[in-house]
């Protein structure tokens, strides 16, 4: 992950020129991104072939998910070593990879839900990306409350997949919910905050689109838990 510099210095006009650009090309790199991923979920919904090759085979299914893992871990943990290049190469093919796998997902909803669902989403997404943009305080706090909600989502999750609770999994997507409602707020934050110390670039505005398309893609599935009307 790119590290702030806590003693780094500008000008506020240059501060919010940087701000503004670097978030302007996050936005373009996540929304680059939803639309690979929606893209390969319809080529997968509509092709037999390639949805019986991911549903019929449960070892390609979750290869499919390790190398999603891998990916992600790759470009959040050696974004500094990677070229511009390989960055946006890996961020392309982890949503392309996310696109197939989602794509059982949407078989188990209506198009309707999903549709309401993601424009739910949407507008809860923009309205605390904007305010994390926007705001004056200092949301450093936020981080560790945010990451201790995210760890025990996931050790939640994988705890019920061996006890199938629908207690458990609604509990779980409501504080879903609100962990990655408040993420989008720190995360945008943070991309403002790197900015305002100098860091600029094509690398920075993938890691940031991959963070805040995390944030995204988790807020829709956590939200279409309770939205969704199932098939």
Known sequence: MIELNPNYSRSTTDIIVKQNTLIRKVYAWMGAG?????????????????????LGNKLIFYGLIIGELVLVFTLSGAINRLSAATATLIFIAYAALN?????VVFLA???????????ITAGMF???SLYGSMTK????????????????IIIASVVNIFVGSSAVSWVVSGIGVIVFTGLTAYDTWKIKEMAAQGIEGRKPAIIGALTL???FINLFLMLLRFTGNRR
């Open 34 to 54: 939803l639309a690979i991923t929606a893209f390969m979920a319809l080529v997968t919904l509509s092709s037999p072939a390639i949805l019986n090759a991911v």
């Open 99 to 103: 696109g197939i796998t989602l794509s």
């Open 109 to 119: 909803y209506t198009a309707n839900s999903i549709t309401s669902t993601f424009v």
């Open 126 to 128: 923009g309205t605390m």
């Open 137 to 152: 305080r200092d949301l450093t706090s936020w981080g560790s409350f945010l990451f201790m909600g995210l760890i025990g």
């Open 213 to 215: 398309y995390l944030d």
